[in-house]
C-alpha cells in the first residue's frame, strides 16, 4: 500500500511510513544537487519554472511544520481556519524564507536562505516532530488530512525536483536515472467507450483524502468516444514534423502559433524542448536526458510537448486531445482493454475549472488561483510516486510548460 494510490486512505501507521519514504526520497534526490552545485553554492538560473534547491528543500520542511507542528487546529483537518494561531517555527525565520503564499518568485533568489547543514537538520527536525503528533493523532479523516495533504505535497516537490535536474541538464545518479527510464510502449489500436453517465470528482465528507479541486461529485453525461490505447509515441509526432508541423501556420491556434514564432526566436528551436535532432528520413529523435543526449525508441511516449504542440498534431493528425471526463473514464474502465497510462503526464484538452459546489481546502493558492488560464493533464510521469497516480488526480499547468513530464494521446472528432 505505501506504493499505492490507496494511501489516501491510510491510516497512522502506514502514513508514518510513508512520510519517512518521501522525506528519504527527498533528500536523496538533493544530494545529486548537492554534488553538483553545492561548490557554486547552490546558484542556478532565474526561471518561472523552477525554484532555488536550498529554498525548495527548506520549503518542504515549512510546510509540514506549519500545517501540521505549528497548527493548533490540525485535528480539525480540512475545516480548520488556516489563518488562526500557530507555535512558532523550530527556524526563526522560516515563514520569511519558505512561504510559499508570501515570498514572490523571483526573490527566492535573493533570500538568505541558511546554509545546506541548517536546511537538512530542518528537514529533519520537523519529520521527526510530525511523526511524534502522528502517533498521537487520532485514527480519523479529519485528524489525519494534513498528514496525508503534507505527504503528496513532498511527493509533488520531489518531482519538481527531478524536472529541475532535467532542465539544468544535470546528470544523476544511475540507480535515478535507471528508475526515471522511459519504457516503450505495447502499440494497440484506439479503444471504443461506450455512452456513459459518469460520476465526475468526489463527495465531500467522503472517506480518504481528495484534493479540493477534485470535489464535489457531479454527475456528467459523456457520448460514445474513441480514444489512444495509450499516449502518442515518437514515430507518430515525427510524421507531423516531416510533414512540416513546425512550418505550417493553419495547423495551430493564434495563441499556439505565437508561442511558436516566441519560442522560435528566443530559443532558436522549432521542435520540442530538449530534442537535440529528428532525422526527418530515418525517424530517429536525440532528446536530452539529465544532461546526456539519448536515442529516443519510436514506441516510447513523445515528451516535453507544451499544450500548443499537442493541440496542432492533433489537428495535423484530424483527431483532438480528450476530455478530463474521457480520460478519467478510460482510465477507470479500459485497462483491461489496453488503456495504458503513467509514464508521461497527458495533455487533456480541458481548462483548469473549479468543479460545481467547490470550496477551497485550507492551503487555499493549491488550486484556486489557477483557475481558467491553466490546462488539466491526468495521468503520472516516470517522475511521478506511484501513490500519487489516481484516476481522479487533476494536474495542471500552463499550456506553454514543456519541461514537464508530459505528452498526450487523442480522441477521434
Known amino acids: 500500500m505505501l506504493d499505492s494510490f490507496k494511501i489516501r486512505e491510510a491510516g497512522r501507521d ?39 534547491p536550498l529554498w525548495e528543500l527548506g520549503h518542504v520542511a515549512w510546510f509540514q511544520e506549519h500545517w501540521i507542528g505549528r497548527n493548533l487546529q490540525r485535528s480539525q483537518g480540512a475545516r480548520c481556519d488556516p ?48 511523526l511524534e503528533l502522528l502517533e498521537r493523532a487520532d485514527e480519523t479523516e479529519d485528524a489525519l488530512y494534513f498528514y496525508r495533504l503534507c505527504l503528496f505535497h513532498e511527493d509533488m516537490h520531489a518531482e519538481a525536483m527531478v524536472m529541475t535536474a532535467q532542465t539544468l541538464g544535470m546528470t544523476l545518479g544511475k540507480p535515478l536515472v535507471q528508475a526515471f527510464a522511459s519504457k516503450p510502449m505495447t502499440l494497440r489500436e484506439p479503444l471504443w467507450v461506450p455512452a456513459c453517465h459518469w460520476q465526475l470528482g468526489s463527495p465531500a465528507g467522503g472517506a480518504g483524502f481528495t484534493f479540493d479541486n477534485e470535489m464535489d461529485a457531479h454527475e456528467v453525461r459523456v457520448p460514445a468516444f474513441e480514444i489512444d ?41 522549432r521542435g520540442p524542448r530538449y530534442v537535440d535532432q529528428i532525422g526527418v528520413a530515418s525517424g530517429a529523435v536525440m532528446q536530452n536526458r539529465f544532461g546526456q543526449p539519448l536515442r529516443m525508441l519510436g514506441h516510447q511516449p513523445a515528451m516535453h510537448m507544451s499544450w500548443w504542440e499537442a493541440d496542432a498534431w492533433c ?5 483532438r486531445l480528450p476530455f478530463e471526463v474521457e480520460w478519467e473514464i478510460a482510465a477507470h474502465t479500459a485497462t483491461r482493454s489496453g488503456f495504458q497510462w503513467g509514464d508521461v503526464w497527458e495533455w487533456t484538452g480541458s481548462t483548469f475549472k473549479p468543479y460545481p459546489g467547490f470550496v477551497a481546502g485550507p492551503y487555499a493558492d493549491y488550486s484556486q488561483p489557477w ?33 514537464v513530464f508530459c505528452g498526450f494521446r487523442s480522441c477521434s472528432l
Open 83 to 130: 489563518a488562526g494561531p500557530r507555535l512558532p517555527s523550530k527556524e526563526a525565520g522560516a515563514d520569511r524564507w519558505w512561504d510559499s503564499s508570501q515570498v514572490p518568485h523571483d526573490a527566492r533568489w535573493s533570500l538568505d536562505l541558511p546554509d545546506v547543514n541548517a536546511c537538512r537538520a530542518y528537514l529533519l527536525n520537523t519529520l521527526e516532530s510530525t
Open 229 to 269: 490505447a495509450q499516449p502518442v509515441s515518437w514515430a507518430q509526432f515525427v510524421e507531423f514534423v516531416s510533414d512540416g508541423g513546425y512550418d505550417r501556420q493553419e495547423l495551430w491556434s493564434d495563441a499556439g502559433w505565437h508561442w511558436l514564432q516566441s519560442t522560435s526566436q528566443s530559443e532558436g528551436r
Open 14 to 52: 502506514m502514513l508514518s511510513l510513508a512520510l519517512m519514504d518521501a522525506r528519504n526520497h527527498t533528500l536523496r534526490l538533493f544530494s545529486q544537487f548537492q554534488s553538483a552545485l553545492e561548490a557554486a553554492d547552490f546558484v542556478v538560473p532565474m526561471l518561472s519554472t523552477l525554484n532555488p
Open 371 to 403: 483557475f481558467g488560464t491553466h490546462k488539466v493533464l491526468r495521468g503520472g510521469s516516470f517522475a511521478t510516486r506511484a501513490r500519487m497516480k489516481s484516476p481522479k488526480y487533476r494536474n495542471f499547468y500552463l499550456p506553454e510548460r514543456d519541461d
Open 315 to 319: 489537428r495535423w493528425a484530424g483527431r
